[in-house]
């Protein structure tokens, strides 16, 4: 078993640009989040949710947009980035509300 | 407000000592607490889970309690090695049953030869 990946593991945009980050877990785990983590500032949520077809805003959702089609695919977007999204993305699932399994992070500049 | 606090200053001990972290909260009732370890560069790693009605847990070299009196978790590792040194992280569940999780910033443990 993979876990849970992260597609891509760095990335570099200019502001203004637009790009999808990738999140898969082969876990069958029914609930998912993203992440974002910046120095000092710990772990914060930005969306999640709860099984397929379903997406709830966390704590940072300002920026982001993303889409569960499939139980087994989290997807965040960034619309058009901004330097204050440049930051280390995580991605976790879990089956039901328990422990979560983490990626390994996406590291994000924006220029 | 609700807050989560763990010390932000590098704990830096000897090699065979005991390490003790602490997780502070204010504001939450949670149903259970999560001790994760987060390595430069890498993911959180799940550690341990302690309920509200647990006193301590315990796995191999690492202990966990909750004190829901004094709304603090206490995390030790015994006869600690260098490859203890690490981030861990303190999280509570919301209360919302949705399993979101509200981190603290951590703490970088440092265990020296």
């Known amino acids: 078993n993979a876990g849970v990946t992260q597609t891509p593991k760095f990335r570099v945009l200019k502001t203004g640009q637009s790009m999808t980050l990738l999140c898969a877990q082969d876990m069958n785990h029914e609930y998912m989040y993203w992440y974002r983590q910046d120095p000092g500032m710990g772990l914060r949520l930005i969306h999640y949710?709860?099984?397929?077809?379903?997406?709830a805003k966390g704590e940072v959702p300002d920026g982001y947009n993303v889409s569960r089609l499939k139980k087994q695919n989290f997807l965040l977007g960034l619309e058009s980035a901004a330097p204050s999204q440049t930051s280390v993305y995580f991605c976790?699932?879990?089956?039901?509300?328990?422990?979560?399994?983490f990626g390994p992070g996406t590291r994000l500049t924006v220029l | 407000s609700q807050k989560i606090e763990q010390n932000s200053e590098a704990l830096n001990i000897q090699e065979g000592k005991t390490a003790t972290l602490t997780c502070n909260y204010t504001n939450y009732s949670p149903a259970y607490l999560q001790w994760y370890r987060q390595d430069p560069g890498r993911g959180p790693v799940f550690l341990l889970l302690i309920r509200e009605n647990e006193k301590e847990k315990r796995k191999e070299r690492l202990k966990v309690t909750f004190d829901t009196t004094l709304k603090q978790s206490l995390f030790h590792i015994t006869a600690s090695q260098p490859a203890d040194s690490a981030t861990y992280l303190c999280a509570l569940d919301d209360s919302s049953n949705t399993g979101k999780l509200i981190f603290g910033q951590g703490t970088t443990l440092q265990v020296k030869p």
């Open positions: 976790a699932s879990s089956q039901l509300a328990g422990l979560q399994f």
């Open positions: 949710s709860v099984g397929e077809g379903t997406t």
